[in-house]
C-alpha cells in the first residue's frame, strides 16, 4: 500500500471504494492488527517487527489529524452490515465527529447494536473511530434511511410529551442533528416523542448527553 493510497483513505468516498479505513494508537492498532491490510510507524517511531514499514514525517502527517499522533496507524477492512437487530438506534443528520463516537460507545454500552447513520459525520472517520475508541467495529452500522424496518415502532427524542411506559419488542429510537433536529423525512414516518423531563429553564440537552439518558433509561 503506497502513501497516496493511505492518503485517499482520509476520503469518505475512497474510503467506501475501497471498504477499508484508518485506526490510530497503540491500543486501537493492537486490537485490529490480526486483521489489518497493513500497519505503519512514523519514522520517528522505534519501529515495530510486525509493521509492514514507516513513513516520513511529512507523509505521516498528511495521513493523520492528529497534531500529537503516537506514530502508529493501521488500514483495516470497514465491517459489512447485517440484519438488523432490535431495539435500533438512528442517528439522523447528527454532523459533530464528538457527538456521534460518544453515541455509539453509548450504544455499546448499553447493548443497542444496529445503528443506523443519515447524513452524519462519517462513521468511519479517524476523528468518529478515535472518539468512540473503535466501538463501532463491534456494531452493527448501516448507512441511509431505506433499511429502517416497517413495522418496528418508532420513537422520536424531541421535545415533547414524555412516553410513560418503557417500549418492547421491535422498537427504535430517533436523535437527530443538533441544531434542527430531526429531519422532515424522519418525522413522516409513523411515530411517537419521547422527551426528558427538566426542572429548569434549560431548553434542551447535547443529543450526545440526552442519548445517554435514554438508553440508560430504558436499559433497565
Known sequence: MTVKDLIKLTQKKHRREAGLCIVEGDKLVTEHKDKAVATFTRAS???IASCDGQLSQKDFA?????????????VVPIPKPSQVTFPYVVLDGIQDPGNVGTILRTCRAFGYKTIFCIN????????????????????????GFDGIPQG?????????????NRPSGKFGIVFGNEGNGVSAEMRKLPHKIVSIPMKSDVESLNVAVACGIILHEWSQ
Open 45 to 47: 517511531t522505534p519501529h
Open 62 to 74: 498528511a495521513v493523520t489529524d492528529l497534531e500529537n499522533s503516537r506514530g502508529i496507524l493501521a
Open 120 to 143: 452524519c459525520a462519517d462513521v468511519w472517520s479517524q476523528k468518529v473511530i478515535r472518539s468512540a475508541m473503535g466501538m463501532q467495529f463491534g456494531l452493527n452500522i448501516i448507512e
Open 152 to 164: 418496528s415502532e418508532l420513537y422520536i427524542a424531541d421535545m415533547g410529551k414524555q412516553v410513560q
